[in-house]
């Protein structure tokens, strides 16, 4: 199993410039998160998805676009860039149920001039 | 919603002392409890966790308690070794909701 896997590694972006964060997961779970880590500040949930077609707002949404058309792929579009959205961002998976444990993906770092 | 705050945000201990991290939570219903280490570059990885209806867990040289009366819960660390160095992460879920509301995280330094 790769388990969870984020690309690009590294990505430096102009303000207004798209892109997308791309995440895939071999272990056939249902949830999917995001989230954005910023220093000092632990890891805040962006957007989640408990299954295919599925997806919701987390705590920081703004700016932020998510789909799930599969189980094993859950990107991550960034709209217009902005300078505050320079972060690195981790996408994570687990089984169904609370309590399931949550596995990370190496983290994508984003910088936005 | 949630707020889950953790301190202290650095620790250095000498290699073989014991660490302690602590975390307060806000929402008295959060019953999961989960603990991750992240290792430089590296995404975050559970080492332990806890529910609501357990007062403490252990794992070889690492264990958690949770007063659940005080809504606080803390990592111990014993026997450090310089591998243990990296940053901590509690977090703090609730039945039904299975986001994870993570700390601000500790930094951990063993100095040999």
């Known amino acids: 199993n790769a388990g969870v896997t984020q690309t690009p590694k590294f990505q430096v972006l102009k303000t207004g410039q798209s892109m997308t964060l791309q995440c895939a997961q071999d272990m056939n779970h249902e949830y999917m998160s995001w989230y954005r880590q910023d220093p000092g500040m632990g890891l805040r949930l962006i957007h989640y998805s408990v299954g295919a077609g599925i997806t919701d707002q987390g705590e920081v949404p703004n700016g932020y676009n998510v789909s799930r058309s599969t189980t094993e792929d859950f990107p991550l579009r960034l709209l217009s860039a902005a300078p505050s959205q320079t972060s690195v961002y981790f996408c994570?998976?687990?089984?169904?149920?609370?309590?399931?444990?949550?596995?990370f993906g190496p983290g994508t770092r984003l910088t936005v001039t | 919603g949630e707020n889950v705050e953790q301190h202290p945000s650095t620790l250095s201990v000498q290699e073989g002392d014991s660490a302690v991290i602590k975390c307060t939570y806000s929402?008295?219903?959060?019953?999961?409890f989960p603990w991750y280490k992240q290792e430089l570059g590296k995404g975050p990885q559970l080492i332990i966790d806890i529910r609501s209806n357990v007062g403490e867990k252990k794992d070889q040289r690492i264990a958690v308690t949770l007063n659940k009366t005080a809504k606080h819960f803390s990592l111990h660390i014993t026997e450090t070794q310089p591998e243990d160095s990296a940053v901590y992460f509690c977090a703090a879920s609730k039945t039904g909701r299975r986001a994870l509301t993570f700390g601000s995280g500790t930094r951990l330094q063993v100095q040999p």
């Open positions: 994570a998976s687990s089984l169904p149920g609370q309590g399931a444990e949550q596995y």
């Open positions: 929402d008295s219903a959060s019953n999961y």
